[in-house]
């Protein structure tokens, strides 16, 4: 019976699969659609009469009469749609609240999830997921086997028992349409455990005895963590012998590739393939079109009206986006959204760049908040991520996490960058790996190698190696102890590392 279940949803995948090839060769007029359907739906709402988006025609009266708005700017009016007010932001009532599962920040996010971006957003970017793969994999079995989602858990906002919050991929899996469910694991009450260790030891014992794993998705350091659980618990050498059957992994929240290797040596097979998908707490945005090219397609139709702000404009005063149709490939732009839960010209934070425009494909490269430019050298998180990669990879070394912050110039010395280094297979000389490291980020970024000449400004960069656990336990300490937890990679200042050299001394 799965068998033919499976078979009548390659067909279904496949009729959606050419939607996604449409909007990809013509995506301005579906951009201009759902532009135009955000403003006349918001219209009537408090936001809508104040900007009076019902004389709004065309997307340059959009941007001109409609300030870039960041989430303090926006936290007022969701303060008031988490108690219940209806008509704030977005028409109607909103009960579902995706909660930030960042570490820059003690406090918490709340992002609204109206049903409309639920539907046309969330839900429909895990279908597009679903279409690539079963376009790109002629035996792929996803709806035939089992998928593990490492979910977070849900809870009721104080004060109105009508509304939940929770990280974005347990509002998912609450909402999972009814045909997934069966080829999903674990059961939903282990999936929205609220005690992530707890949760952690129960899936051990599971998905140990699972034999019929497909498909997983989930942070990489999570994952990681449950991996060596299992293969504890077990004795197995390997995750695929505990699950022989599996074919891909889709991966996002941070870098894959300071993880890429470790993943090999638990999936030891070249038929596994991995897959990155940019699904964020504020929408399902992007995703790997073709299994061989890491590069994801932005998804169009899916009920986000997007702009990009040029890096030149990130810390001015009055910012000026611009449209899809302008942006440049290899340029660096913050994402700036508009979506069915009432975001409007809303900045993530996270920064791209296009490296192909028709199709329009992008890859991530860090987060405004998240660079290193202490002293002019303006490093941003792809240089770390790419940097370390190609040192783990020629040192035969691999990282389990890391973050980076400048070491200021006091009198008599000069400045650099110190490496907070986790290690899953430390290199056999960790100064001879810092200044190979050091070298690749010179190779990767023209303004640290100019920094770095001569050792006029900088000096080689410096890492200190961690005790296995360090990472997880300052997250433990921060409340960050879940399984969308991410580890700053980048901070302009020593605030991070000073905090984590406290803990382990």
């Not at 993943?263 to 998908?277: A, V």
């Not at 329009?360 to 998180?381: D, L, P, S, Y």
């Amino acid at each position: 019976m799965r068998k033919v279940i499976n078979k009548g949803m390659r067909w279904y995948l496949a009729q959606r699969y050419r939607h996604i090839h449409a909007f990809y060769q013509n995506p301005h007029p579906v951009q201009n659609h759902w532009f135009k359907y955000l403003i006349k739906s918001a219209q009537f709402t408090e936001w809508g009469k104040k900007y009076q988006y019902g004389n709004i025609k065309t997307p340059a009266e959009f941007a001109d009469r409609v300030p870039i708005q960041d989430y303090e700017s926006l936290k007022p009016f969701i303060d008031r749609m988490m108690l219940g007010e209806k008509d704030v932001l977005w028409h109607g009532e909103t009960r579902w609240f995706s909660k930030s599962s960042g570490t820059t920040s003690a406090k918490s996010k709340y992002i609204p999830v109206s049903k409309q971006n639920l539907q046309q957003c969330q839900i429909k970017g895990t279908w597009d997921t679903m279409s690539i793969i079963y376009n790109q994999l002629p035996n792929a079995k996803q709806f035939q086997l089992k998928t593990l989602l490492m979910g977070g858990s849900l809870e009721t906002v104080e004060g109105n028992a009508r509304a939940k919050f929770g990280d974005v991929s347990a509002i998912m899996i609450q909402h999972m349409p009814q045909i997934a469910r069966p080829f999903f694991t674990p059961d939903f009450k282990t999936a929205l455990h609220p005690n992530f260790e707890e949760k952690l030891d129960i899936m051990t014992e599971m998905l140990s005895k699972e034999k019929d794993m497909v498909m997983i998705g989930g942070v990489p350091t999570w994952l990681i963590v449950l991996f060596r659980k299992i293969l504890e618990h077990t004795g197995k050498e390997n995750m695929l012998e505990v699950w022989p059957n599996l074919q891909v992994y889709t991966h996002g929240g941070v870098s894959f590739e300071p993880y890429r290797q470790q993943f090999k040596g638990f999936f030891p097979s070249e038929d596994i393939s991995y897959f990155e998908i940019y699904n964020a707490s504020e929408g399902f945005f992007a995703m790997q079109h073709d299994k061989d090219d890491k590069d994801m397609l932005l998804l169009m139709d899916s009920g986000v009206y997007y702009e990009f702000l040029p890096q030149s404009e990130w810390y001015k005063e009055d910012k000026k986006a611009v449209m899809l149709k302008d942006v440049v490939e290899g340029e660096n732009y913050a994402m700036v959204i508009s979506t069915s839960s009432g975001l409007w010209r809303y900045i993530t934070g996270d920064t791209i760049v296009f490296t192909s425009k028709y199709p329009f494909k992008i890859k991530i490269t860090g987060r405004i908040n998240q660079f290193v430019n202490a002293f002019g050298e303006e490093v941003i998180v792809e240089n770390t991520i790419e940097a370390l990669a190609a040192t783990c990879s020629l040192m035969n070394a691999n990282v389990k996490d890391y973050t980076v912050a400048p070491i200021y110039m006091k009198e008599g010395s000069r400045g650099g960058h110190h490496w907070l280094i986790e290690w899953e297979n430390p290199p056999t000389d960790v100064d001879a790996f810092a200044r190979l490291l050091d070298q690749e980020v010179q190779n990767l970024n023209s303004d640290y190698m100019a920094k770095r000449y001569k050792g006029l400004a900088l000096e080689c960069l410096k890492i200190t190696s961690l005790p296995p656990g360090t990472f997880h336990r300052w997250l433990k300490n921060k409340g960050k102890y879940h399984n969308q937890s991410k580890v700053p990679r980048l901070a302009n200042h020593t605030a991070y590392i000073d905090d984590i050299l406290n803990l382990i001394n």
